[in-house]
């Protein structure tokens, strides 16, 4: 065997140990974009079960979270109504900022999601309006998405 034969084997001997190296790698990242995408759908699905039991320490709220039912002034469940409505759209503050942590399918879950707490609940879109300093031009954005 001459030199040329040992350098010619050599170079794809390196071809192929680089190329295994590089499917090694794009393997491994993509197994950290899913544990990542995981782990934030289980973050998000954990705080959505914690807002549910807020809600449910008070059933008679219900109403103005899934069926449209407009809190007034003389409610007598009014300001659960209005700390409730600041947790919901803080979560939904959180959900839109885990967006990048996403893939496009689980967006449009979520996305469909805070569109359709927005639409359910006025209370949830008062509270965001009155304090719309306090949140992302995205949630903003989301908020009057089919109204």
Do not use: C
Not at 25 to 47: A, C, F, K, M, N
């Amino acid at each position: 065997m001459n030199w040329t034969a040992v350098e010619a084997i050599g170079v794809w001997a390196t071809a192929a140990i680089a190329l295994g190296g590089a499917i090694f790698v794009w393997r491994q990242l993509q197994q950290v974009e899913r544990t990542i995408r995981g782990d934030t759908h289980e973050r998000l699905t954990t705080e959505s079960f914690e807002v549910l039991k807020f809600l449910a320490s008070d059933p008679e709220s219900y109403p103005y979270f899934y069926e449209r039912k407009t809190p007034n002034e003389d409610d007598p469940h009014r300001h659960f109504i209005l700390y409730a409505a600041e947790m919901i759209t803080n979560y939904l503050e959180h959900v839109v900022s885990q967006k990048d942590d996403m893939s496009a399918a689980d967006w449009r879950v979520w996305e469909r999601v805070i569109i359709d707490t927005f639409q359910k609940s006025p209370a949830v879109r008062d509270h965001l309006r009155s304090l719309q300093d306090w949140y992302s031009a995205e949630l903003l954005r989301l908020s009057t998405q089919n109204l």
